[in-house]
């Protein structure tokens, strides 16, 4: 039971332009949303949040897009630089009796911008 | 300020084996995580924490046990190791949602 989904396993780009990424989930408590990068033999990093209660989150090139109704959120990286390749996870969470915290995980999308 | 620190980086061990992986965190974190990840997947929760003394299961405990007897240490401890148990290994630490990753122990088991 695979509560929050990337479809794509991967995804190439020429540099400078869109980067989009996509992740579906299933579960309507979910109320916090991350994006995380991760480069090879390195842990995910941090890169953009957003909760429920907004639609869209932007920060620099990134920009994060929640359609509650479609249980869909997307990631916009624009202009894509070939720094950015690497694999994107998207995780989310929801608020529970015992505040645990806890993030469920998709399966992660590789990006590759090509120069 | 290192954030999290994960030890060792790599390892390789015998089925039957045990040993430690240990996660420190610098940042006073109440909530700790240990996941692992397979390749072409994404993570999973083994244990987690919410502070110091508390522990509880997540979605893939079994062959895995913890402790968290202070708020910066969090060791993962696998008793028997099993080829099933090849992965790497993330902890992470949070304390408003957004949680902190470790580098990640690579482990194998033959």
């Known amino acids: 039971d695979q509560q929050v989904k990337q479809n794509s396993p991967s995804l190439s780009v020429q540099e400078g332009r869109i980067s989009i990424l996509n992740c579906d989930y299933t579960n309507s408590m979910f109320d916090y949303f991350l994006w995380y990068k991760k480069y090879p033999a390195e842990g995910p990093t941090f890169l953009i949040s957003i909760s429920s209660i907004k639609d869209k989150n932007e920060d620099g090139r990134f920009t994060v897009f929640l359609n509650k109704s479609a249980k869909h959120l997307s990631l916009h990286i624009v202009p894509s630089q070939p720094g950015d390749s690497a694999v994107y996870f998207c995780a989310a969470s929801a608020v529970d009796s015992s505040n645990t915290g806890k993030l469920i995980f998709g399966q992660g999308t590789t990006l590759q911008v090509k120069p | 300020n290192a954030g999290v620190t994960q030890t060792p980086k790599f390892r390789i061990l015998k089925i039957g084996q045990s040993m430690t992986l240990q996660c420190t965190q610098d940042?006073?974190?109440?909530?700790m995580y240990w996941y692992r990840q397979d390749p072409g997947m994404g993570l999973k929760l083994i244990y987690y924490?919410?502070?110091?003394?508390?522990?509880d299961k997540g979605e893939v405990p079994n062959g895995y046990n913890v402790s968290r007897s202070t708020t910066e240490d969090f060791p993962l401890r696998l008793e028997l190791a099993a080829p099933s148990q090849t992965s790497v290994y993330f902890c992470?630490?949070?304390?408003?949602?957004?949680?902190?990753f470790g580098p990640g122990t690579r482990l194998l088991v033959l």
């Open positions: 992470a630490s949070s304390y408003d949602g957004t949680q902190y």
């Open positions: 940042m006073n974190h109440n909530y």
């Open positions: 924490s919410v502070g110091a003394g508390i522990t």
